[in-house]
């Protein structure tokens, strides 16, 4: 037997392989709820226009109801022969209510159908995030408030570089997440305008209202070219773009926490929520969570990759490689919002090393920038020249093995004559966070305030809701 919802002229079934090959529905299953959503307003419309009768509709949409609530208890037979999730749910519609159920695919084909149904899932997709981000951020700034003062080295070079806190270091990653938030914000109002209507590739002679539609799935208007409609997946391309950028955040964050836990680091530690044990060595701990976070941004960037390598030499309008556009984004979205999620248990949970941060912290001459600047205020030399003075301070201090701190005055004046004991006030690594008062800086009281801010943002955000 031939399909019956496409197999007017054909005679044969297709070979297994064809059907193999053609299958969609393990993947586009998943569009059940948008696929539903789009169809009521088409029907609705179909009816307010005179296309199709009131009580048709009427039917349409309580089959369509029936069908919502036998997917959401599982109870719903997904057959393979039908291909995709559309001829699935009106096959099932026809079983309900009969022939009207023929009537709901007027002035539409599946080629809009999936573009309507996929940006609607996208548009989800955009919004679980935000608000997965939205609690990230809420577990940074809180962490953040915490230790606005607990001073850290900073890095460059993976080489220790100036003393930081720790909370302005989480307040990093804030703005990071702010501006993936904005990313996902600027996809949202591109891909938000309907394709519904556009039928195959030319629109349609019936007397539709893509408007109506557009209104009732929360579109703020139709797509203005029937090609184009069809035709794109640029708004999947763009949210994956966001999701890349923002994977790669997570992951850098991750990589950070995998060698803050690292014994040779010890700057902080993960409880037993987020740490593994290992099967041969007990005395393990290892970051499992992290690792994966770093690892799961292969599949956020693989999934980018593909599709963009889907549509590049794709000819306008629906071609059926396009098909191929759910199942690495649809596991691309899940990697990253599993991603944010872990990231932020994590930093819930770790606890970092006040004492080991603060001697590391002033490892390595952390305070070699703070002396340099002193010499610049207190006697006016030009940069350069207390750049040469510091280096020699230091080589000084290295000969000894002892920090900077630590090197007397008496060979600090052999070097340069006019350095005072004053000097010493800025060789602390807390005289030199707290000095850091320039806007962004490290200082504690620049961390403490910009938290505050941020709290109270978000705070407001949470309740405008
Ligand atoms: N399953 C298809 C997809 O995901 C739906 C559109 C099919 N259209 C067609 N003309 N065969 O792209």
């Given at each position: 037997?031939s399909?019956?919802?496409w197999g007017?002229r054909?005679?044969e079934?297709p070979?297994?392989i064809m059907e193999e090959?053609?299958v969609s529905?393990?993947v586009?299953?998943h569009l ?10 088409h ?6 226009q005179?296309i199709i009768?009131?009580?048709?509709a009427?039917?349409i949409g ?7 609530s036998?997917i959401?208890?599982?109870g719903f ?5 039908l291909?995709d999730?559309?001829?699935?749910v009106?096959?099932?519609l ?8 023929g009537r709901?695919?007027t002035?539409r084909?599946?080629?809009d159908?999936?573009?309507?149904d996929?940006?609607l899932f996208?548009?989800d997709?955009i919004d679980e995030?935000?608000?997965a981000?939205?609690?990230?951020q809420?577990a940074?700034?809180g962490r953040a408030?915490e ?6 080295p900073?890095f460059t070079?993976?080489?220790?570089a100036?003393p930081?806190?720790f909370g302005?270091h989480?307040?990093a990653y804030?703005?990071m997440?702010a501006r993936d ?12 305008e309907?394709?519904l209507g556009?039928a195959a590739l030319?629109g349609?002679s019936f ?7 557009a209104?009732a799935?929360?579109?703020d208007?139709?797509?203005a070219?029937?090609l ?7 708004f999947?391309?763009?949210t994956l ?5 923002c994977?790669?955040?997570?992951s ?10 690292s ?5 902080i ?5 987020f ?6 060595m007990?005395q393990?701990r290892n ?6 976070v770093?690892?799961?941004t292969g599949?956020?960037?693989g ?8 549509m ?7 071609q059926?490689d ?7 984004a649809m ?5 990253l919002?599993?991603?944010i999620?872990?990231?932020t ?14 001697a590391a912290a002033?490892e390595?001459?952390?305070t070699?920038?703070?002396?340099a ?5 207190t006697?006016k030399m030009?940069?350069?020249g207390a750049h040469?003075v ?9 000969e000894?093995?002892v920090?900077?701190h ?6 600090m004046?052999a070097?340069?004559p ?5 000097v010493?006030g800025?060789?602390s690594?807390e005289s030199s966070?707290?000095s850091?008062?320039?806007?962004g800086?490290?200082?504690p009281?620049?961390v ?6 941020w709290?109270k ?7 405008l809701?």
């Amino acid at each position: 037997m031939s399909n019956k919802m496409w197999g007017g002229r054909f005679s044969e079934r297709p070979d297994e392989i064809m059907e193999e090959i053609n299958v969609s529905i393990d993947v586009d299953r998943h569009l059940f709820a948008q696929d539903i959503a789009a169809s009521k307003a088409h029907a609705a419309m179909l009816a307010t226009q005179g296309i199709i009768t009131a009580s048709d509709a009427k039917n349409i949409g309580k089959g369509l109801d029936t069908i919502l609530s036998e997917i959401g208890k599982g109870g719903f037979a997904f057959k393979r022969a039908l291909e995709d999730i559309h001829m699935n749910v009106e096959s099932r519609l026809s079983e309900l209510i009969g022939p009207a159920a023929g009537r709901l695919h007027t002035a539409r084909s599946r080629n809009d159908q999936v573009a309507t149904d996929f940006r609607l899932f996208v548009r989800d997709v955009i919004d679980e995030t935000d608000a997965a981000l939205a609690a990230f951020q809420q577990a940074l700034v809180g962490r953040a408030l915490e230790h606005a003062g607990t001073v850290m080295p900073g890095f460059t070079h993976l080489q220790t570089a100036q003393p930081v806190t720790f909370g302005h270091h989480l307040l990093a990653y804030v703005e990071m997440a702010a501006r993936d938030r904005g990313r996902f914000q600027d996809a949202r109002k591109r891909l938000n305008e309907s394709p519904l209507g556009a039928a195959a590739l030319a629109g349609t002679s019936f007397p539709i209202d893509r408007h109506a539609t557009a209104k009732a799935l929360l579109f703020d208007r139709p797509m203005a070219n029937s090609l184009d409609a069809v035709s794109d997946r640029d708004f999947v391309l763009e949210t994956l773009s966001a999701a890349s950028i923002c994977a790669v955040h997570m992951s850098r964050f991750a990589e950070e926490i995998v060698i803050w836990t690292s014994p040779l680091v010890g700057l902080i530690r993960l409880s037993d929520k987020f740490t593994t044990g290992s099967s041969i060595m007990p005395q393990k701990r290892n970051p499992d969570a992290a690792e994966l976070v770093r690892a799961k941004t292969g599949r956020v960037i693989g999934a980018l990759n593909g599709l963009l390598i889907v549509m590049k030499g794709l000819p306008l309008a629906y071609q059926k490689d396009m098909q191929e556009d759910k199942q690495g984004a649809m596991e691309g979205f899940a990697a990253l919002s599993l991603a944010i999620r872990a990231m932020t248990g994590m930093v819930r949970d770790l606890v970092p090393d006040e004492a080991r941060m603060k001697a590391a912290a002033g490892e390595g001459y952390a305070t070699a920038t703070d002396l340099a600047d002193w010499l610049v205020r207190t006697l006016k030399m030009p940069f350069r020249g207390a750049h040469h003075v510091t280096g020699r301070i230091v080589a000084k201090a290295a000969e000894g093995g002892v920090a900077l701190h630590e090197v007397p005055l008496s060979e600090m004046q052999a070097i340069e004559p006019k350095i005072t004991k004053d000097v010493f006030g800025v060789l602390s690594v807390e005289s030199s966070v707290k000095s850091r008062t320039s806007f962004g800086g490290t200082a504690p009281k620049n961390v403490a305030s910009q938290a505050k801010a941020w709290a109270k943002r978000l705070e407001k955000e949470r309740k405008l809701g």
